[in-house]
């Protein structure tokens, strides 16, 4: 089965404004689903499960981050199936709305002391629907991308989205930085938490502009354009069917970049603050100074991989990761700033250089008519299996043993697993021919 097979080329201007719709409207909806993360880390324990120690209020917060991700196969199934039937664009303003209510809706929810029981259920409801919202978004953003790339920039131009997500971080956190700077605990605490989901209204409004705008590719077109056969009703079937090994191991590549990196940006937040003694202030400060490291990593790996190949850039980078991820909270312990921010650059680039190939190695896994369900699910599979547990296990193993070791051997663990995925995944040898001619097996592995 020919994966990429000579694709019909967009224009020069209909691949830049791929490229920026799928940047944007990205990084708005990673804005929107990290700025739950920080609060679920800084003040959505006490405010929506109080009574409880700080562990488990802790806990209990960050379970419901993790619902977000239990959420989001089943969005990656379902926009996906419409995605490849319908098209990306529709899906995409879908996910885009689905994401901008729920955060918005979550900025105004009444806290516990207010309505009770309500509160919580509610809040897990909400963090359900941005779940559904992300799901869609990755995949749809991804095809929209690669899909108009000029023929030999799969890896640049698909790093667009990727981008996306560490631009999200930055402005969520350059958002919480002067509310935790400026406003007293007391003042935080009741509002100003509120603050960054109640922004998102107007970002929603200026990315759906954007996306509006954008056109199907040419690529999705011609699939349209074919005759459809029996079993192309239902891609995701096809999928499960003839692809699941590649959906497997597609995910296990994901599993350490996204665990490692939502354990980075959520759970160190509340480790230096309850452990090393540092303010939200101090560790906001170094994650958003890390974050312009994050995306050199991407934009270089991308870059890399169009010109050496997908599969060589991500062993070298996965194998990177397991020493980042050995060194990342020794250095943290050393409590030296100055140290600590080396452990955050050094982290950030390595996760980056993981995450640049990401987009266009998982969108040449697959044929045009059923990419948006494969590429979706292999994504999230690894999402929930890796950033949806992350912050809790850290928290737990901590908890339970009392030192950063625990959690070390946790990063090693799932870092060893996503080299051993990449290494067992065949994949196409995308940058070294301009028309990247690649044939998968019947199971694509």
């Known amino acids: 089965m020919t994966v990429l097979d000579s694709p019909p080329q967009a224009s020069a201007e209909a691949a830049r404004k791929a490229a920026l719709g799928s940047f944007v409207g990205t990084a708005i909806e990673w804005y929107d689903f990290f700025i739950y993360g920080t609060a679920a880390a800084l003040v959505l324990g006490p405010q929506f499960f109080p009574g409880s120690s700080d562990v488990a209020g802790t806990l209990a917060a960050f379970a419901t981050l993790a619902v977000g991700f239990i959420a989001r196969p089943i969005g990656g199934v379902v926009m996906g199936h419409f995605g490849d039937k319908i098209g990306r664009k529709s899906m995409l303003v879908t996910s885009l709305l689905l994401m901008g209510f729920a955060t918005v809706a979550i900025g105004l929810l009444p806290n516990f002391d207010a309505i009770g029981v309500a509160a919580p259920i509610l809040l897990v409801t909400l963090?359900?629907?941005?779940?559904l919202g992300v799901g869609g978004e990755w995949g749809g953003a991804v095809l929209v991308a690669t899909e108009n790339a000029p023929a030999g920039k799969r890896g640049l131009y698909g790093a667009a989205p990727q981008l996306g997500v560490p631009a999200g971080v930055l402005i969520a956190n350059l958002v919480y930085l002067p509310l935790t700077a400026f406003l007293s605990e007391e003042a935080f605490n009741s509002w100003g938490w509120r603050v960054p989901f109640l922004m998102s209204a107007v970002l929603v409004?200026?990315?759906?502009?954007?996306?509006?705008?954008?056109?199907?590719?040419?690529?999705?077109?011609?699939?349209?354009?074919?005759?459809?056969?029996?079993?192309?009703?239902?891609?995701?079937?096809e999928v499960l069917t003839k692809h699941w090994k590649t959906v497997l191991?597609?995910?296990?590549?994901?599993?350490?970049?996204?665990?490692?990196?939502?354990?980075?940006?959520?759970?160190?937040?509340?480790?230096?603050?309850?452990?090393?003694?540092?303010?939200?202030?101090?560790?906001?400060?170094?994650?958003?100074?890390?974050?312009?490291?994050?995306?050199a990593g991407m934009a270089y790996s991308a870059w890399r991989s169009d010109i050496v190949g997908r599969r060589n850039i991500y062993i070298k980078a996965s194998a990177a990761l397991v020493v980042a991820a050995a060194l990342?909270?020794?250095?943290?312990?050393?409590?030296?700033?100055?140290?600590?921010?080396?452990?955050?650059?050094?982290?950030?680039?390595?996760?980056?250089?993981?995450?640049?190939?990401?987009?266009?190695?998982?969108?040449?896994?697959?044929?045009?008519?059923?990419?948006y369900s494969g590429a979706s699910l292999g994504y999230q599979v690894g999402a929930i299996l890796g950033g949806g547990l992350a912050p809790m296990i850290a928290t737990s193993l901590f908890a339970a043993t009392g030192t950063s070791m625990s959690i070390t051997g946790y990063f090693v663990l799932i870092a060893l697993i996503?080299?051993?995925?990449?290494?067992?995944?065949?994949?196409?040898?995308?940058?070294?021919?301009?028309?990247?001619?690649?044939?998968?097996s019947q199971e694509g592995v």
């Open 127 to 131: 963090r359900f629907i941005q779940g």
């Open 249 to 295: 191991l597609a995910g296990g590549t994901f599993i350490a970049t996204n665990g490692i990196a939502y354990a980075y940006m959520v759970y160190v937040l509340k480790y230096g603050e309850s452990e090393l003694g540092y303010s939200k202030t101090a560790m906001l400060s170094l994650l958003i100074a890390s974050c312009p490291f994050w995306m």
């Open 328 to 371: 990342f909270f020794p250095l943290m312990d050393t409590a030296i700033l100055p140290v600590m921010l080396l452990a955050m650059v050094a982290l950030g680039f390595t996760l980056g250089c993981c995450a640049g190939p990401q987009s266009a190695l998982f969108a040449e896994l697959f044929p045009a008519k059923i990419r």
């Open 205 to 237: 409004v200026v990315a759906l502009w954007i996306r509006l705008g954008l056109e199907e590719s040419e690529e999705f077109k011609a699939t349209k354009e074919a005759p459809a056969e029996a079993d192309e009703k239902m891609p995701i079937l």
């Open 418 to 440: 996503s080299l051993m995925s990449i290494l067992l995944l065949r994949v196409p040898s995308a940058g070294t021919s301009t028309e990247q001619k690649q044939s998968l």
